[in-house]
């Protein structure tokens, strides 16, 4: 079977690894010359590291990664912590933390090492038949080449060119809020533990990184001014300072879900198939889990792969939904959302049921396994 992967960042890679293992051999090309230095995505699941663990490089993740102890709140000048059990999984933590460069070094030299061939780096998809299979590669030289494919896999981000030729509609809009993010230095926070402060109108997490250091994530009113870079590299909130910044991003997040996962000769996974909050940590997680899910599905014909595309896009549905909620609850928008939110944040840590059910979300132990039987019930996610 002659399969053309298109892309390969975090999901393109996990899928041509986990093709391997399959006995296929795909063609991947990205247009980027290289990979992407930026850390974006940090925290890797448990869910994902049991999809990953049969590809033999789900230990070099946990390895390079950092062990999240906890999450800690600031509610109103007081500090609440709650400590991980770590039994949402038996193998892996609750969820470990990696810079998504990180991530994507670790899938590709797992890729060497099992000698399939490396991504084509510089190679672009310009253009493709849905019903053919026939596509055109633009090369860094400017050349143009023309070939034919079984099956086309766009894993190629949210601005995918394999939807766009598929005319799939990308359902959904933008969050009113604006997301700031930063790298660099801080003092007064727990370390290990994710810190949070939620806020009037937004809030402020910070994620501990594996070789000292700190992502700061802060979402903003709608109507809040554009930030300063300089406010972005240094600033202050009560008991913390976070300074010299490395890297700093400040977007708009949209919402967004593939009308279809798969028609005619194409599939799409992660970015191309689906775009959320990044509140709970999902975006990467679901792709590398979609990949995994497919490679599965392939071989076993076209009624598994119709299956795949149905459970994987109720699942993505499923994440929507939540992480709709999630951020909703973290801008506390209006008054009673911040006061539900303050007495969640309050009960968790006190009622071990709750708290169990948290560590099992950050976990992503609340979607279905890879290789399960995977169906969502309708009335949502499985407990
Ligand atoms: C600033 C930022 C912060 C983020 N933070 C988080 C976070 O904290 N948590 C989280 O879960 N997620 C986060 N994300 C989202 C996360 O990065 C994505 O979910 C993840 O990268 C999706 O992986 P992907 O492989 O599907 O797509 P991508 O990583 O976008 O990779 C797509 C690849 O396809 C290639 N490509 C595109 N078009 C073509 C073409 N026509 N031909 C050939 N190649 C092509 C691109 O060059 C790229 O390498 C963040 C994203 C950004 C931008």
Not at 38 to 67: C, Y
Not at 190 to 197: G, K, Q, S, V, W
Not at 229 to 252: I, K, V
Not at 351 to 366: H, N, Q, S, T, V
Request: proline letters at 8%; charged letters at 20%.
């Amino acid at each position: 079977m002659r399969i053309l992967v298109v892309g390969a960042g975090p999901v393109g890679l996990a899928l041509a690894l986990a093709l391997h293992r399959q006995g296929l051999a795909p063609r991947q090309v990205d247009k980027a010359p290289t990979p992407s230095p930026w850390s974006k995505a940090l925290g890797i699941q448990a869910r994902t590291l049991e999809a990953l663990d049969p590809l033999g490089v789900a230990d070099s993740l946990q390895s390079a990664a950092l062990h999240v102890r906890g999450v800690t709140f600031r509610l109103g000048g007081a500090k609440q912590a709650f400590t991980l059990r770590h039994a949402a999984h038996p193998r892996f933590p609750s969820m470990v933390i990696l810079p998504q460069s990180e991530t994507e070094r670790l899938l590709a030299e797992r890729l060497a090492a099992v000698g399939a061939a490396p991504p084509e780096r510089g190679v672009e998809l310009v253009s493709l038949n849905v019903s053919t299979g026939a596509v055109e590669l633009r090369h860094p030289d400017g050349r143009v080449e023309a070939a034919d494919y079984d099956l086309v896999l766009g894993c190629d981000g949210a601005h995918s060119a394999v939807r766009k030729a598929a005319g799939i509609v990308f359902e959904g809009a933008r969050y009113e809020e604006k997301l700031v993010l930063a790298d660099g230095r801080a003092e007064g926070l727990e370390p290990d533990y994710i810190n949070i402060f939620p806020g009037r109108g937004g809030g402020a997490f910070f994620f501990p990184l594996p070789h000292g250091g700190w992502r700061a994530v802060a979402m903003l009113p709608p109507d809040a001014p554009p930030v300063p870079d300089e406010d972005l590299r240094h600033f202050q909130l009560p008991g913390m300072r976070f300074h010299d910044a490395t890297w700093w991003s400040a977007f708009r997040i949209s919402h967004r879900l593939a009308e279809t996962y798969r028609t005619g000769r194409i599939a799409l996974l992660g970015d191309a198939a689906h775009i959320h909050s990044p509140a709970g940590g999902q975006g990467m997680n679901l792709g590398i889990q979609d990949a995994c899910a497919l490679a599965l599905a392939l071989p076993r014909g076209e009624t598994a792969l119709a299956e795949w595309a149905e459970t994987r896009r109720a699942v993505a549905r499923t994440v929507l939904a939540r992480t709709d909620r999630l951020t909703a609850m973290v801008s506390g928008r209006n008054a009673a959302v911040r006061l539900l939110r303050g007495v969640a944040l309050r009960l968790v840590p006190r009622l071990p049921p709750l708290a169990a059910r948290l560590e099992r979300a950050l976990a992503g132990m609340d979607y279905p396994a890879v290789d399960g039987p995977g169906r969502l019930p309708s009335s949502g996610i499985p407990t």
